[in-house]
């Protein structure tokens, strides 16, 4: 006979399934997202299941506090953390359209400041280095330098540079169409060092990858004519920031983070920024604006009479 604690458990899993079909077909969140928020929410139902919550359609502010305390406890990193503090409160927000709780303690909830961590940003130097690290008698030195050049020049995450097809490339133009989250598409400029190896990759290496796959419409693609999947993205960036002998911590998404730094110490507007990183709200993009505060008050530290 099934306990009332598994009953619970049951019911929270078939909530959390019906929640990610509404997401992904209503609200228009892309694939990766869904696998995201869905991750984060099972990590909530374990917790539930051990006794974290009594009764999940009426949690209280306590208990989600002590949801929060067990994330600290497992060491999660500040933006993972932070993530599934979002989906939960989605999550909730759901449960409220459907008339299934009434419950607002979630809406009280806010990311510890503990948790609040500045994205790490490259200096155009560990940059240079970074997009000089591709060599000429690398197998793949084209496509890894025109990757790398791609990622910095347009700051798209890991998922819109792997998804870019032929068909998204403006040359001539000097943009590129990048599709976002929930399939929102924006256009992005491309600067000559960027064009200038990306025709050379597609002229001189790509037509050799794709001999058995002719048709393929990745711009990037394996030695086989496949579109290279995110996870081969990262080990091509990693490989490379080994070489140039930057942080081991450095990432695809560090480059994101770099090109919107980049542009606002150069004295890009915000709104632009925002347009160009794709963000539905502004409020993510001034993340940034604290990165180079931070730069410019180290720089004030370091050379002004009193700093």
Not at 102 to 127: F, G, Q
Not at 160 to 183: I, R
Not at 244 to 268: D, I, K, V
């Amino acid at each position: 006979m099934a306990t009332k604690t598994s009953l619970h458990a049951t019911e929270l899993r078939q909530a959390i399934a019906e929640f990610r079909g509404y997401v992904q077909a209503e609200r228009g969140l892309s694939p990766n997202t869904v696998l995201a928020y869905g991750r984060d929410l099972e990590r909530f139902a374990l917790w539930v299941a051990s006794g974290g919550l009594k009764n999940f359609r009426e949690p209280t502010v306590h208990e989600l506090t002590g949801y929060l305390a067990h994330l600290q406890e497992e060491g999660l990193a500040a933006p993972s953390a932070a993530r599934h503090l979002v989906a939960l409160k989605m999550f909730y927000r759901y449960e409220r359209l459907e008339g299934r709780v009434e419950n607002h303690a979630v809406d009280l909830l806010s990311s510890p400041s503990l948790w609040e961590r500045i994205p790490h940003v490259l200096s155009p130097d560990s940059i240079d280095k970074l997009l000089a690290a591709p060599r000429s008698d690398d197998r793949f030195y084209l496509r890894d330098k025109a990757l790398l050049e791609t990622l910095y020049a347009t700051g798209s995450r890991a998922s819109e540079t792997v998804n870019l097809k032929l068909a998204d490339l403006y040359l001539d133009s000097q943009f590129c169409k990048c599709f976002g989250k929930g399939n929102k598409q924006r256009v992005v400029p491309l600067g000559d060092p960027a064009i200038v190896v990306i025709r050379a990759y597609l002229r001189d290496l790509r037509p050799k990858l794709i001999q058995t796959a002719p048709t393929s419409p990745w711009l990037f693609v394996s030695k086989i004519g496949k579109r290279l999947t995110r996870e081969m993205l990262w080990v091509i960036v990693k490989k490379y920031v080994k070489r140039a002998g930057l942080n081991p911590g450095t990432s695809p998404h560090t480059l994101r983070h770099s090109f919107a730094t980049h542009l606002l110490s150069g004295g890009a507007d915000l709104r632009t920024v925002q347009e160009l990183l794709g963000h539905a709200n502004i409020r993510t993009t001034q993340l940034y604006t604290h990165v180079d505060r931070d730069r410019m008050r180290a720089i004030h530290a370091k050379f002004h009479p009193r700093g």
